[in-house]
């Protein structure tokens, strides 16, 4: 029997905020938006700002409503993460009365609103710059500027529009309406293809483009309803494939899987796998007994390799395999959601699963589960494609060379002195144990990883952080004793690219210390290295660090190279340092370290550059001395500093999602937990801005501003 999940809070509204129907929710970053209607004072329309871990009410917005009553509630948030769409309409969405509100994330504060004399019934903000409205009557689709509301063109129809998506190859906007499915082109509207169904279907529920790993792109979009699965060539809309689900003529709706290699449909309380390719079933998944079901509504949402369901008042969450994992009954008014489908939205960054319908939301803990593949940047194509790369979340690695360091490693370049000079003379008298001795504590702080090369990038680690040595025409990795030669990177990466699952990751190298770099040759042999092992794996500096996934997606790169340096002609895939901002902490204290990372976050925000967060504490003397004590909790190598910072740095993150976009993320001694972690402020889709009235007025920020406004970050570490 499946699990239950666990309630870890209940929100119900008064009077002061209160909703007499809370009908739409959405996730962004930690907090959760709710919408809704009261009846009060000839109407209000409420939108109502949640902490999702705890379901405190962080702020709320109040405004005069411009329809009578609510039928239909929808939202979306735009492209850029800054602005909440909320549309309503009266007569559940057919003729009637309807209007479209955007909020500010950044304030909380109306942008504008507009009133339409007919239902809303699908609005789409996939496109920066532009709103998609589709109505219930014959007025069709129009388009909205999505930060004025100006009207930009529409586009009639002859009969109700069910839903709107988009696609990407070829661009259009897509259009589901009874029995028919369209193509629109995006800035015009005029129509690219109309297709008749096979069939009489009344109900096309929802069209989506789905993308499939490994770097292929099929060009088709999938419509559904009355009980059955349309694949359509989107160049053109041709029905290529049809399946019936064989559970009657009944709605279908869609969700996506992580890799894009499957279509989850629901249809009548049963859930289907659909393979992307030719829409054959994989598997089915009754949620309910037939004889329990008594509505036909439901909501699916997918999060990494989960599936949450909301139908017959309950919440199921699935696995890829099409298993309950666990389920739910939330109590709710029937009479209020005639579809039997809850307000359903997950929140990857708190772990919890919000649902919401009438005066009343619950927030549902879920298991955090990392995707079962690693390669997230691919399962994660549809929500950050179009994310510049410097706003997407990426866990990285500081001294990402280090993991081949042992007890017996030579004294690299950058030790301090005298510790060279030391083991030359111990070397040279032929006092090996002395040598192995110091060699073992050096090593205990000299070790920031434990995984190779080629393991991080297969756990997730995108970004690495490279210190290389240069000896008589030898190139090691170095931190403070010698560890892999450069040739182990090459080959690395390059075995991890062969990998056909790994192929559209996206990897940056930062090479960002130069250690007895004598003469340009040098730094020549290096990139030589690179060119030859990498070759059209290179990513050029023309791009940019706003160039999105997609973008890199058109071309044959996937690896940005940087150096703190600069090099000789013929090597333009070098990106310079002003590309990118790694800030050193310089600290031994996690407070400071707290303060530190806040600080740069905060100055950082808007610049166009990458920004590496360094979350790691860095040893003096003093500290290492300490770890000798015997029977102390001091910590004795950089593996105990990560188990005291990196807890922590896993909340900060969490916490200043909606501050700014987090980038790269760097700790010592990096791990599953935090790699989840990193990458699930994507899967949230988190928001770049912390609420203005957050910021005024949380006390302890204030004071860590004031704290450390002034620091100074360097680029060692």
């Known amino acids: 029997m499946a699990d239950s999940f666990v309630v870890e809070w209940t929100q119900t509204w008064d009077s002061t905020h209160g909703s007499d129907a809370m009908l739409a929710i959405a996730a962004v970053g930690s907090n959760y938006y709710l919408s809704g209607f009261n009846f009060d004072s000839g109407g209000v329309f409420i939108v109502s700002l949640l902490q999702a871990n705890t379901g405190a009410l962080k702020d709320y917005i109040k405004f005069p409503a411009l329809i009578e009553t609510i039928g239909r509630n929808l939202s979306a948030v735009s492209a850029d993460l800054q602005t909440l769409y909320i549309a309503a309409s009266d007569r559940r969405g057919g003729a009637g009365k309807g209007c479209v509100h955007a909020i500010d994330l950044r304030t909380l504060e109306l942008k504008w609103s507009l009133p339409f004399d007919a239902g809303v019934t699908a609005i789409c903000s996939d496109v920066p710059g532009s709103l998609y409205v589709g109505f219930g009557e014959t007025k069709g689709v129009i388009r909205l500027d999505a930060g004025t509301g100006a009207f930009l063109g529409s586009a009639p129809s002859p009969d109700r529009v069910y839903s709107l998506a988009t696609t990407s190859n070829p661009a259009a906007l897509l259009v589901g309406r009874p029995s028919r499915a369209s193509a629109l082109d995006l800035g015009t509207l005029a129509t690219l293809w109309d297709t008749s169904l096979s069939g009489e279907c009344t109900s096309t529920a929802d069209l989506f483009e789905v993308n499939i790993a490994g770097g292929v792109t099929v060009n088709q979009c999938y419509a559904g309803g009355n009980g059955q699965v349309w694949m359509l060539d989107a160049a053109n809309g041709a029905v290529q494939k049809t399946q019936d689900l064989g559970v009657g003529q009944h709605p279908v709706f869609f969700a996506m899987d992580g890799e894009f290699k499957s279509i989850y449909a629901g249809c009548y309380a049963n859930v289907f796998s659909l393979n992307a390719l030719d829409v054959a079933i994989l598997w089915r998944q009754l949620l309910v007994p037939e004889a329990k079901i008594t509505t036909t509504g439901m909501r699916l949402v997918s999060s990494f390799d989960d599936l949450f369901v909301s139908a017959v008042g309950n919440i199921f969450q699935l696995t890829v395999a099409g298993e309950i994992l666990r389920s739910t009954p939330v109590t709710f008014n029937v009479n209020a959601s005639p ?379």
């Open 339 to 717: 579809s039997g489908a809850l307000g359903l939205a997950v929140s990857s960054s708190s772990g919890t699963i919000v649902c919401c319908d009438l005066n009343q939301s619950y927030g549902l803990l879920r298991r955090p589960v990392f995707p079962r593949t690693r390669a997230w940047m691919t399962a994660l194509r549809r929500r950050i494609g179009n994310v510049p790369l410097r706003n997407v979340a990426m866990p990285g690695t500081h001294d990402s060379g280090s993991y081949a360091i042992n007890a017996f490693s030579p004294a690299g370049l950058d030790a301090p002195p005298p510790l060279p000079e030391i083991y030359a003379a111990l070397k040279s008298l032929g006092y090996v144990l002395p040598q192995t001795a110091i060699g073992a504590v050096i090593a205990n702080w000299s070790v920031a990883q434990g995984w190779a090369f080629g393991e991080q990038l297969k756990r997730g680690v995108r970004y690495l952080d490279l210190r290389l040595q240069a000896d008589g025409g030898k190139y090691n990795f170095v931190h403070g004793l010698v560890s892999a030669p450069l040739g182990d990177l090459v080959a690395q990466v390059a075995d991890f690219y062969a990998r056909k699952e790994y192929e559209d990751e996206v990897v940056i190298l930062h090479f960002n210390h130069f250690y007895n770099f004598s003469s340009p040759s040098d730094y020549e042999a290096v990139a030589g290295a690179l060119q030859k092992g990498l070759g059209s794996l290179l990513i050029p500096p023309t791009v940019g660090a706003d160039v999105t996934l997609n973008d890199i997606w058109k071309t044959s790169g996937r690896v940005i190279v940087i150096f703190d340096a600069a090099v000789g002609d013929g090597y333009d895939f070098i990106w310079s340092s002003s590309a990118i901002s790694s800030p050193w902490p310089n600290t031994t204290s996690v407070d400071m370290l707290k303060g530190i990372l806040y600080t740069n976050l905060v100055t950082h925000r808007g610049a166009s550059n990458f920004l590496v967060l360094q979350g790691v504490l860095t040893p003096d003397g003093g500290m290492i001395a300490k770890g000798f004590i015997p029977f102390s909790s001091n910590p004795g190598s950089l593996w105990d500093l990560g188990v005291m910072v990196n807890p922590q740095l896993m909340k900060w993150i969490v916490e200043w999602s909606h501050l700014s976009p987090i980038n790269i993320v760097i700790c010592d001694w990096m791990n599953d937990f935090a790699i989840e972690n990193i990458v699930g402020l994507n899967s949230a889709a988190a928001s770049p801005h912390m609420m203005l009235s957050e910021i005024h007025s949380s006390a302890v920020e204030r004071h860590v501003m004031a704290a450390y406004a002034k620091v100074v970050g360097g680029s060692g570490g």
